[in-house]
């Protein structure tokens, strides 16, 4: 088994930044993909971002490139979410995703609110 702790989210103005991380523990597990997904009030859970284990293979939504930034630590198993330039529009939940050698896990969420 292998559990998810998410921190990093908040309240923040337009423009402004937050760090968002994810550390995944337990034991023998091996990671391959991270990520962060999204659901806002009343929509679908989309993605965020992705990066391959290593680190070579990111992917992010096209709402969010430029403004966001997805890094990994494999020593720590954690990854990160560096946004900048927030909008309102990116006022959701923040789920991080890693999927193992066992399975694919998600985190309990972090709320990121987006307003002035």
């Known amino acids: 088994q292998v559990q998810l702790v998410e921190s990093g989210g908040g309240l923040v103005q337009p423009g402004g930044s937050l760090r968002l991380s994810c550390v995944a523990s337990g034991s023998r597990f091996s990671v391959y993909r991270m990520g962060w997904y999204r659901q806002a009030p009343g929509k679908q859970r989309e993605l965020v971002a992705t990066?391959?284990?290593?680190?070579?293979?990111?992917n992010y939504a096209d709402s969010v490139k430029d403004r966001f930034t997805i890094s990994r630590d494999n020593a720590k198993n954690t990854v990160y979410l560096q946004m900048n330039s927030l909008k309102p529009e990116d006022t959701a939940v923040y789920y991080c995703n890693v999927v193992t050698n066992m399975a694919t896990y998600w985190g309990q969420g972090t709320q990121v609110s987006v307003s002035s």
């Open positions: 990066i391959g284990s290593s680190s070579s293979s990111i």
